[in-house]
């Protein structure tokens, strides 16, 4: 079946630091992947897609490569700040609707 | 503005009472769908659908009913609520019909609790 598998969290890094968020997916043809982020009381929003192999999703920072070969799509920022203390997740939807996440990875960065 | 809008964004009741929480989107998505979020278990998918008048079952639907009668509305019903339903819920609308194309908009959220 469909699943996500996101790195295990909680991860805490110092400002400035490299981040490098794992995330493999199994999937029956090859859907559009998603990184949304989720901000302490609010709810998801996106922060980065990329619709086909090889594509590359960027945004504040943030990048992804859609890797088919290895099946993954790992979130990279080279400088992180504190305001990029939140829970992130990777996601998909199937062309039939259904909707797969992983369990989300929470990140701290400290000044 | 753009968005989803969910009600209410706390509510505490009592086993057996029958709920509502009502999800509204002023964007004409096709699609909307609802998730419970539980600590360690990321998002899973409670119920879906792709049109009006069209849903469908998510992974966790046992004890939850959905309507979409028009484009805008997603109401997700508790018929007899139950203390393992206490979660953190959210309401998402895409563009695209599937979901898959294009991102989901997410609500805010509504924090549920059982006793």
């Known amino acids: 079946g469909n699943s996500v598998t996101q790195m295990e969290g909680p991860v805490t890094l110092s400002e400035e630091a490299f981040l490098t968020i794992n995330c493999t997916y199994t999937?029956?043809?090859?859907?559009?992947l998603f990184w949304y982020v989720q901000y302490p009381g609010e709810g998801l929003q996106l922060l980065l897609k990329?619709?086909?192999?090889?594509d590359k999703g960027s945004n504040k920072g943030f990048e992804a490569t859609y890797r088919k070969e290895t099946t993954s799509f790992h979130l990279e920022k080279g400088s992180v700040q504190v305001s990029d203390s939140a829970v992130y997740f990777c996601a998909f939807n199937t062309n039939a609707g259904k909707s797969t996440f992983g369990d989300g990875t929470t990140l701290t960065v400290k000044p | 503005e753009a968005q989803v809008t969910q009600n209410p964004r706390y509510l505490i009741t009592v086993t057996g009472k029958k709920l509502t929480v009502t999800c509204s989107q002023n964007?004409?998505?096709?699609?909307m769908s609802w998730y419970r979020q539980d600590p360690g278990l990321g998002l899973r998918q409670i119920y879906y659908s792709m049109n009006v008048e069209v849903t469908d079952k998510g992974d966790v639907p046992e004890g939850y009913k959905v309507s979409r009668k028009e484009k805008r509305n997603f109401p997700l019903i508790l018929e007899s609520p139950s203390p393992n339903q206490t979660s953190l819920y959210f309401c998402?609308?895409?563009?695209?019909?599937?979901?898959?194309?294009?991102?989901?908009?997410f609500g805010n959220g509504t924090r549920l609790t059982v006793t």
């Open positions: 964007m004409n998505h096709e699609y």
């Open positions: 998402a609308s895409s563009l695209s019909p599937t979901g898959d194309n294009s991102p989901l908009h």
């Open positions: 990329a619709t086909k192999a090889d």
């Open positions: 999937a029956t043809g090859y859907p559009s």
